[in-house]
């Protein structure tokens, strides 16, 4: 029986560890399709959602599956405990992905405005962030998620900074309104992202340790 269960929660990571990468995908693509004003590509992660969507609900009957054959206990259990936060996280950020897929694809039909000039660098984070945890959770490396978290409040900085360029810019460019709407959408998508991001490296710690740091403050290494 212990063998039968070793090799369920082998095929839960591996499942896990691809419905992560379609998550990721669609971001970058997302990302990438406001920057160039590509509603192809913008279309194409809305299409895919659906993929995403079907993946997590399989991910999680799996789960609940073995729970039930299985009764597992101690690692074993904490480990699955920790795929079904961490499959409903992934899940969560494909939907956000699609919501910037979306605002892309209505950029696309306007004509060019300059976007906040913080938003690159919250992109910039927010990705790295969410690569982080991806990559911490494949590793299994504490030290990575660790540094995953200490990313969190630099988002949220940024997208403060991003709202205050919004409302100068309104002020200035009444006419723009909706565009600018639509990168301040992009801004608190994006840091919704490094929360899930932040949220998959607490799940990460979680697993290998057995530590919940999810309210604990986050320290600089070292």
């Known amino acids: 029986?212990?063998?039968?269960?070793?090799?369920?929660?082998?095929?839960?990571?591996s499942k896990l560890l691809t419905l992560a990468?379609?998550?990721?995908?669609?971001?970058?693509?997302?990302?990438?399709?406001?920057?160039?004003?590509?509603?192809?590509l913008a279309q194409t992660v809305v299409d895919?959602?659906?993929t995403i969507d079907r993946a997590e609900v399989d991910l999680e009957e799996d789960c609940l599956k073995i729970l039930a054959?299985?009764?597992?206990?101690?690692?074993?259990?904490?480990?699955i405990v920790s795929v079904m936060k961490i499959n409903n996280d992934i899940e969560r950020i494909g939907d956000l992905a699609v919501?910037?897929?979306?605002?892309?694809?209505?950029?696309c039909t306007e004509p060019p405005i300059e976007a906040p000039s913080d938003l690159a660098e919250m992109r910039t984070k927010a990705l790295a962030m969410l690569i982080g945890s991806l990559d911490?959770?494949?590793?299994?490396?504490?030290?990575?998620?660790?540094?995953?978290?200490?990313?969190?409040?630099?988002?949220?900085d940024l997208n403060r900074q991003v709202f205050r360029e919004?409302?100068?810019?309104?002020?200035?460019?009444?006419?723009?309104?909706?565009?600018?709407?639509?990168?301040?959408?992009?801004?608190?998508?994006?840091?919704?992202?490094?929360?899930?991001?932040?949220?998959?490296?607490?799940?990460?710690?979680?697993?290998?340790?057995?530590?919940?740091?999810r309210h604990k403050p986050t320290l600089p290494e070292g």
């Open 1 to 13: 029986m212990a063998r039968h269960l070793q090799q369920e929660i082998e095929k839960l990571k």
């Open 21 to 40: 990468t379609n998550a990721k995908d669609a971001v970058e693509k997302a990302v990438k399709s406001v920057d160039e004003r590509d509603a192809g």
């Open 48 to 50: 895919g959602d659906l």
């Open 69 to 79: 054959l299985y009764q597992p206990v101690a690692t074993d259990l904490r480990l």
């Open 99 to 107: 919501n910037i897929a979306e605002r892309a694809l209505f950029l």
């Open 136 to 156: 911490s959770l494949v590793r299994q490396d504490t030290k990575r998620a660790r540094a995953v978290r200490t990313g969190d409040d630099e988002v949220d």
């Open 166 to 213: 919004f409302s100068a810019a309104v002020r200035k460019n009444p006419d723009h309104v909706e565009c600018l709407l639509s990168y301040l959408s992009v801004g608190r998508h994006l840091e919704r992202i490094a929360d899930y991001a932040t949220n998959i490296a607490e799940d990460v710690i979680y697993l290998m340790e057995g530590e919940i740091v």
